[in-house]
Nanobody, 114 residues
Framework: QVQLVESGGGLVQAGGSLRLSCAAS????????MGWYRQAPGKQRELVGT???????SYADSVKGRFTISRDDAKNTVYLQMNSLKPEDTARYYC????????WGQGTQVTVSS
């Protein structure tokens, strides 16, 4: 089992920045992929970006150039730095872990006001 705990969400004005963190605990093994998805009200959950352990991140087109994913494998933590936020970035953001099974965090709300 893997437990994921997100933090760092909140309310920010358009153009602002937020940094999300996700700490993983439990049965963590090398060769995993971690990342972020988001879900806005009335919409399907969508990929934000992911990164393999020891690899380079990949991003959805909608966030490229604005969001940065990084990870600290020593701390089993993945981060999402969000800059130049837009109202359409408003969503609940979920941390994601996969090696064999998929695990999700409980989510953290990000609200961007115009």
């Amino acid at each position: 089992q893997v437990q994921l705990v997100e933090s760092g969400g909140g309310l920010v004005q358009a153009g602002g920045s937020l940094r999300l963190s996700c700490a993983a605990s439990g049965s963590i093994f090398n060769g995993n992929i971690m990342g972020w998805y988001r879900q806005a009200p009335g919409k399907q959950r969508e990929l934000v970006g992911t990164v393999f352990s020891g690899g380079s991140p990949s991003y959805a087109d909608s966030v490229k150039g604005r969001f940065t994913i990084s990870r600290d494998d020593a701390k089993n933590t993945v981060y999402l730095q969000m800059n130049s936020l837009k109202p359409e970035d408003t969503a609940r953001y979920y941390c994601y872990y996969r090696r064999v099974a998929v695990y999700w965090g409980q989510g953290t709300q990000v609200t961007v006001s115009s």
